[in-house]
C-alpha cells in the first residue's frame, strides 16, 4: 500500500467528533433514551469517543455497547470456512431506545446491514441512527448515514484507513492506493 494523503490528523478528528455529537445531541432533543452501538473494531473507540463528548457537553452519560457483526457478514464464507464466533454479554435492554451505530468508514453499506440485522436479535429499538467518521461513497445498499465527519470521495482501488490511538498508537485517516 502507498499513502495517497492524510485526510484528518488529531485535530481535525477532535472537531468532527464534537461536531457528530452536538448534532446526535440536537437531532434526538437530548441524550434521554440514547445509547451508543460501536461496530468492531474502530467504531468502538469512536463510539466511546462520542460518548465522552456528550458527557462534556450535556453532563449525562449515555451507554456504550459493543456490536461484533461477524456471524451476520453475508461474506462470511469468504472471509474463513469455519468462523470463530465470540459472544458478548449485553445487559442492556435495547426496546424502545434510540440506538446510534457507530462506525468508522461506511463503504458499500454491508457492514451496516450486518449491524442492523444483529441489532434485530437484540430487540426492537424505537429509532436507529448511523454515526460514521468517514463516508467514502460506493453504496451497494440503501442506506445513508444521519452523521458524517468527513464526505471523501474515492476511487474503488483506494483504501481508507482509519487510525485510533486506542488501538493504532494515532490518530489519523489516511488514503493508500493499491498497488
Sequence with gaps: MKTKAIILDEKA????TTRIANEIIERN???EDLILV?????GVPFAYRLADKIYEIEGE????LTLDITL???D???IQDDPIVIKEDIDININDKIIVLVDDVIFTG???RAALDALVDMGRPRKVQLAVLIDRGHRELPIRPDYIGKNVPTSRNE???VKFIEIDKIDQVIIEEKR
Design 38 to 42: 460501536g461496530i468492531k473494531t474502530r
Design 159 to 161: 483504501i481508507v484507513n
Design 110 to 112: 454491508r457492514t451496516v
Design 13 to 16: 478528528i477532535q472537531r468532527a
Design 61 to 64: 452519560k449515555v451507554p456504550v
Design 72 to 74: 451476520y457478514r453475508d
Design 29 to 31: 432533543k437530548g441524550v
Design 76 to 78: 462470511l464464507t469468504e
